[in-house]
């Protein structure tokens, strides 16, 4: 395949943009190489610059689970754009996504809608700090939760791609209440808890991790943490920014029946447009202003084409609940598919998967955590990027990242990408 005018878009870009890219992963520094500009996008297909056909299984990182301009979502943006498109006041879209979005997650009565994943997890953490009177947050290493101060410590995502532990810029106050426990590990977390008694106001998690490519928790992880922040006084936070309205129709927290006390969204949630959001049972989500002490806004939070957008592709999931299944289907026959290629052809592999999230691991052990995660062969993952560049398939280029699966996704473009993956798995 030719990019020849995506190179010179990017050439361009560079002079005008840091590293030509509005968010650092999309630089193609973890795979080498220019990045593809794309054009436009229809179903399960990017069509770039260049004139080339890529099927897509970044998807804009998660919120095109229905396909690229998805005729409901694009009809309720075009629709609600001719009424006016921000007023700082508010409107009865607003009431009715939330409704839709409490009625389909378990265990929250109220959600407030912020712009991005990141404002989500930075105003939940706020919250229960507040709530808790506490200062001190529980992560894991590897889990990305956005680029605010208190997350950039060991955060997955672009972050590991670039070798970045601990962004320059965050303070040394900030990260010192940032304290890090080890996914799939119980026992990092009880250390914790015993060396900063009342101290710690909430354990935040990627409930299943997707920001060191896709890792379950074990049976048990969950729970182990719900109790661990029972017995402490601690909040728990599940950070469904990349889970939420994907693996199911209420998250991780219907999926695994596991409580969490504040949940994050982004992504699916905005249906392609700029939203994010955390909820939460009354008694916690009423310590915000202008009710409670807490402080949060948002000149554009609850933005009306942001509203149209996500409601259309709520009700969507909502009322066609099946989705999730196909999705899981869909990933699985993936799985079986790309597990018979990678075995065939001598790649040494572990695969990991929940629902419509998968990740190829290019490792010989269990990859169950950020120091398994990072024990994968790199340049073998790098082979393979181009190598399914090449065949028109475009997954995320690090080999820190989920592939998220769309519903768009035909089974002859899945037939497609086994067999790319088996060509190009012959010259590893
Ligand atoms: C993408 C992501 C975020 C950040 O969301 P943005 O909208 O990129 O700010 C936070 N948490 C998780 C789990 C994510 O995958």
């Not at 909040?235 to 991780?252: N, Q």
């Not at 909820?279 to 989500?285: K, L, P, Q, T, Y």
């Not at 969507?316 to 990678?342: C, P, Q």
């Amino acid at each position: 395949m030719q990019y020849q005018r995506s190179s010179k878009l990017f050439a361009e870009a560079e002079k005008v943009i840091p590293g030509g890219v509005n968010s650092p992963v999309r630089a193609f520094k973890g795979v080498g190489g220019t990045p593809i500009f794309v054009k436009s996008a229809k179903g399960a297909y990017l069509f770039d610059e260049d004139g080339n056909k890529l099927i897509d299984y970044i998807n804009s990182w998660g919120p095109m689970i229905l396909g690229h301009a998805h005729e409901p979502v694009i009809k309720a943006i075009t629709e609600r754009a001719k009424l006016g498109t921000s007023f700082g006041m508010p409107t009865e879209l607003e009431t009715k996504i939330a409704e839709l979005a409490v009625s389909m997650v378990p265990n929250i009565d109220k959600i407030r809608f912020v712009n991005s994943g990141t404002e989500a997890c930075m105003s939940a953490i706020r919250l229960a700090r507040g709530y808790t009177k506490r200062d001190k947050i529980i992560k894991f290493a590897g889990c990305y939760h956005g680029h605010s101060d208190s997350f950039l410590i060991q955060a997955g995502s672009g972050a590991s791609t670039f070798g970045i532990p601990n962004s320059p810029g965050v303070t040394q106050g900030t990260a010192k209440d940032t304290l890090l426990a080890h996914y799939n590990n119980l026992d990092s977390v009880r250390e914790l808890f015993e060396n900063n008694k009342n101290e710690i106001a909430a354990i935040i998690v990627e409930p299943v991790a997707g920001n060191m490519g896709c890792i379950p928790p074990q049976k048990g992880f969950l729970e182990g943490l719900r109790s661990l922040c029972d017995d402490n006084g601690a909040l728990f936070i599940f950070d469904e920014v990349m889970t939420g309205f994907r693996l199911a129709k209420g998250g991780v927290q219907e999926l695994y029946a596991v409580k969490a006390d504040i949940v994050c969204f982004g992504k699916v949630i905005g249906g392609g447009l700029p939203v994010g959001a955390f909820a939460a049972r009354n008694e916690i989500m009423n310590y915000l202003a202008p009710l409670g002490p807490v402080y949060q806004a948002g000149t554009l939070s609850g933005n009306p084409l942001a509203m149209a957008a996500g409601l259309a592709m709520l009700s969507e999931l909502n009322v066609h609940a099946s989705i999730f299944e196909r999705l899981d289907e869909k990933t699985a026959y993936l799985e079986n598919g790309i597990r018979k290629v990678l075995t065939q052809n001598g790649v040494v592999f572990t695969i990991n998967r929940v629902g419509s999230m998968i990740s190829v691991h290019f490792n010989e052990t269990p990859v169950v955590d950020f120091e398994t995660a990072k024990g994968g062969d790199n340049e073998m993952f790098k082979k393979f990027f181009h190598g399914l560049l090449n065949e028109g398939v475009y997954i995320a280029p690090s080999a820190y990242e989920t592939w998220f699966i769309t519903d768009a996704l035909s089974y002859a473009d899945l037939d497609f990408t086994i067999k790319a993956i088996d060509k190009v798995s012959k010259t590893l």
